[in-house]
């Protein structure tokens, strides 16, 4: 008979977590006490305390389990989970400890809430401390122990290298990693700016027999996105349609963000309509795909089209930073100016420091120097460094060192180990001819030890990415490349180009300085995929850095010289050559 009742009250316990109903729970609570007296069976004790613990009481849950003489592993995980997933992350921690002190090991249960409280809490010291315990009790090879403990180093607040580390680590300790871990080795990756490991992970996943989930899809979309790897971008696009995960709205948006960002609008366009379904950050990447290319008209009527078409669609703070950016590219001054102010008058977003800085680019470009200046000193903050860098690269871009060095000098005190700014300035002087100022500042880089970061352009050619950098000499087919270019040069000079030596960055006599202009990294690139890649297929180059102004004209010579059609990611924008033309039209 107290067989049968145990049985009953416990699925009206159970009845109660299902309907979330603690009235219902305390009220069997009562009968328990009643039928069976004190102290309850642990069996009972348990479910009690599972139920109290889903129920979001843990001060209940907590007193059944100090009533219970006879606490086990599963008792103390009932309580620590329930308190973990209600976002009591303290308690959880709290009384994780407390079992540990009554020498209960935890289980692959128990481990999981453990690392999802110190995760939740950004507690990373703690979170090392738990993953060393279940190093020591041999649990963390398990795959759902490991994933936790790679998603707890995801979300602590550790700085990005050691983080890496310590996820990597958890992942080699796993003895058959699933596909949820191979998602978080993926992830980690991609938030730390690898995205080509997160791409040879994604092969290996593969390599292993792990299926192409929908979050492994995304995952590795977001890699190529990152890297504007088209070519596995598309492969991965097939692998999802064979896969069937394409009606997922995570992969859609990702295809989205990728074809954006790789700089096939058209590719991301067909993405975007083929979704049935779609979020708000789906209408941020279609925004931001534009935004690359500078085609801010697309983008605002997209905006529009969002609001008009989807009513409980709100746009974001995101949202915003892809239109402004939209506008700067664009050099669409009044658009933007327009936009920014709305941001507050009609959609009620407080701007951030991404807007400000979008605001100065915006303006910077333009050649509107002295009004971002100002702009920036009515700032309701302290700028940072992200609008200090707009200012001093527009300075550099329209030859205004002066006030370039005021911008350099809030950047020094505010990054002080970035090298990059003190580069920018002396190019900035170096191309109003001030060589000996430009001298003085790379002679203080090396004076306080940092290092120039080395700019470069990449291209890829079947599924094997080739780097130049400038005068490049050691490629494997370096001949034909510097032949290809002594060619081109000859074509180019009979078609009226002329190079301009004023992008040279050294002092050097004026043929030196055509020589040293002719010989930068994304020309050599350009001379490789000549030779490398078929007539009609495009040639894809990326720059870490902004395309100079000698290269931009060479590249548009070069596309009606050769007709062939030349893209360019560098750091500010795509560039599209086509026949003579690019589609930034001269701004950039």
């Known amino acids: 008979m107290a067989g049968h009742a145990v049985d009953s009250l416990a699925s009206l316990l159970s009845a109660a977590v299902s309907a979330r109903s603690s009235l219902l729970g305390r009220a069997t609570h009562a009968r328990i006490v009643k039928t069976l007296r004190h102290p309850l069976p642990a069996l009972v004790s348990d479910h009690l305390t599972h139920m109290y613990s889903k129920l979001d009481l843990p001060g209940s849950a907590h007193l059944v389990l100090r009533l219970n ?95 890496k580390l310590c996820s990597e680590m958890v992942f080699d300790e796993i003895r058959e990693p699933n596909d949820v871990s191979w998602c978080s080795l993926m992830s980690t990756l991609v938030q730390n700016h690898e995205q080509e490991k997160a791409c040879v992970a994604f092969l290996m996943a593969r390599k292993e027999g792990i299926q192409p989930t929908d979050f492994l899809v995304s995952s590795v979309l977001n890699a190529c996105a990152g890297l504007a790897g088209l070519e596995l971008g598309r492969s991965v696009h097939s692998l999802a349609i064979k896969a069937c995960v394409m009606g997922n709205i995570f992969v859609g948006t990702a295809l989205v963000d990728m074809y954006g960002k790789c700089g096939c609008i058209e590719d991301a366009e067909g993405a975007f309509h083929g979704m049935r379904q779609r979020n708000l950050i789906t209408w941020n990447s279609l925004i931001g795909g534009y935004a690359h290319q500078g085609l801010a008209d697309m983008a605002v009527a997209v905006f529009e089209k969002m ?37 507050r008058r009609r959609h009620a977003i407080e701007p951030g420091p991404e807007h400000y800085a979008c605001i100065v680019d915006l303006l910077g ?119 290809t270019l002594l060619e081109l040069k000859r074509d180019m000079e009979e078609a009226g180009y002329i190079a301009d030596p004023t992008y040279a960055l050294y002092d050097l006599e004026e043929e030196e300085k055509v020589s040293e202009v002719w010989l930068h990294s994304e020309k050599i690139a350009l001379a490789f995929g000549l030779i490398s890649i078929p007539p009609a297929v495009p040639i894809r180059i990326t720059k870490n850095l902004r395309m100079c102004g000698d290269c931009h004209s060479a590249f548009k010579f070069i596309s009606r010289i050769t007709g062939r059609e030349l893209i360019v990611r560098d750091n500010a924008r795509f560039h599209q050559f086509l026949a003579g033309r690019c589609s930034c039209k001269d701004f950039w």
């Open 69 to 163: 003489p006879t606490r086990s592993v599963v008792s103390w995980t009932s309580l620590i989970s329930g308190s973990a997933q209600n976002g009591h992350f303290s308690f959880s921690l709290l009384m994780f400890v407390d079992m540990l002190k009554e020498c209960i090991r935890p289980n692959d249960f128990t481990f999981p809430c453990a690392f999802k409280a110190s995760g939740g809490l950004c507690m990373p010291v703690t979170g090392k401390q738990i993953h060393g315990i279940a190093i020591k009790v041999g649990e963390i090879v398990d795959v759902f122990v490991g994933s936790s403990a790679f998603d707890m180093y995801c979300k602590t607040g550790l700085k990005d290298d050691a983080r």
């Open 307 to 343: 609001l008009s078409s989807c009513s409980e669609m709100i746009p974001n703070y995101v949202t915003f930073v892809c239109l402004l950016t939209a506008c700067s590219r664009a050099g669409n001054v009044e658009l933007g100016m327009d936009i920014f102010a709305s941001m």
């Open 365 to 483: 470009r333009a050649g509107m120097l002295k009004q971002a200046y100002d702009f920036i000193m009515k700032m309701p903050f302290r700028p940072t460094i992200s609008i200090w860098g707009a200012l001093l690269g527009a300075c550099r871009i329209h030859r205004n060192p002066e006030l370039g060095r005021i911008a350099a000098e809030n950047l020094f005190q505010l990054d002080p180990k970035d090298s990059g700014n003190f580069v920018v300035l002396s190019n900035s002087l170096a191309a109003a001819g001030r060589w000996e100022e430009a001298t003085n500042v790379r002679k203080e880089i090396k004076d306080i030890g940092l290092k120039k970061g080395t700019g470069c352009s990449w291209i890829a050619v079947k599924n094997e990415v080739h780097i130049f950098q400038a005068k490049d000499t050691f490629h494997e087919r370096n001949s034909e490349i510097h032949a």
